[in-house]
């Protein structure tokens, strides 16, 4: 996942809207959206590469109102070949039934292991409902770094970004995406319209200038790929765009539409009420 817009507890109806890109290798093996066979409950794509690790997800939903995502930090310089996949962390957390600070607080001793990540975890669930964000890797001037320890923040209120670098870090596609999402929000009148608009919206392919790149630690050329929100080359490029809205009363939408090299191949949609779920007050 290689963008994420995260609007929490700042729409009169949704407590929780997620749209993201997930950008990867065209080539490597992975199941759309689906209800898990091994775990039901659990709503997500599926990573088959074969890597270190369980078999994880960049993004899912549970029935009981576990919401995670993750984007890989780009530093390219201090990647360990070897490490466990990263997405088995966002998997482990939708599996699990504890408050997302106590599984960070369980499971952070083992995240340095892996190569450099940025996480979302909410349960909706709980009588008082908070979103974290979890780096392993914190930003020191134009270097990243491993984190010593392992610190949520609890996010406020709010509308966020988060691609490859830190939380709200800078980037211009950070930063036009959230304000496009922004506008599109305020439209939103909480009845699962308009997801069009969302889904449109994040196949902006305008590349920043020159003069607003990120120096990531890739080339040039890369580093002016990368800047659009939707990524298209004839091997690397966004495989999904994925839109998650979540009512005060549970009832949930999640949208992803698939691509390839050539354009749209998919487009699915999954509807429901989360269960046990407490009715979000605004």
């Not at 990867?24 to 890597?51: C, N, S």
Request: proline share 6%; with cysteine; net charge neutral.
């Amino acid at each position: 996942m290689c963008l994420i817009l995260t609007s929490w507890q700042s729409h009169p109806d949704y407590p929780l809207v997620v749209l993201a890109n997930r950008d990867e290798f065209y080539e490597r093996a992975t199941d759309p959206m689906h209800w898990w066979e091994d775990h039901p409950h659990i709503l997500a794509g599926r990573d088959r590469a074969d890597v270190a690790g369980e078999s994880g997800t960049w993004m899912g939903l549970s029935k009981t109102g576990r919401f995670a995502a993750l984007t890989n930090v780009r530093a390219p310089s201090e990647k360990n070949p070897d490490a466990k996949t990263r997405g088995e962390i966002t998997a482990q957390f939708l599996k699990s039934s504890v408050s997302p600070e106590t599984f960070i607080q369980d499971t952070g001793a083992k995240f340095n292991r892996y190569n450099g990540f940025n996480l979302l975890a909410a349960d909706l669930s709980m009588p008082t409902p908070s979103l974290l964000w979890l780096s392993n890797r914190v930003q020191m001037g134009q270097s990243v770094r491993p984190r010593k320890t392992m610190n949520p923040q609890h996010l406020t209120p709010g509308i966020y970004g988060l691609s490859n670098g830190m939380l709200d870090s800078p980037w211009p596609k950070v930063q036009h995406r959230v304000g496009a999402f922004a506008q599109l929000l305020a439209m939103d009148t909480g009845s699962f319209q308009r997801a069009d608009h969302y889904l449109r919206m994040m196949e902006d392919m305008t590349q920043a200038p020159d003069d607003y790149l990120p120096q990531t630690g890739v080339s040039y050329e890369w580093e002016k790929v990368l800047s659009s929100a939707f990524i298209r080359t004839p091997q690397y490029g966004t495989r999904a765009t994925s839109l998650l809205r979540i009512r005060r009363d549970g009832q949930f939408e999640v949208i992803e539409k698939r691509f390839d090299a050539q354009g749209e191949i998919g487009c699915q949609t999954f509807e429901g009420q989360l269960e046990n779920f407490l009715p979000v007050k605004a």
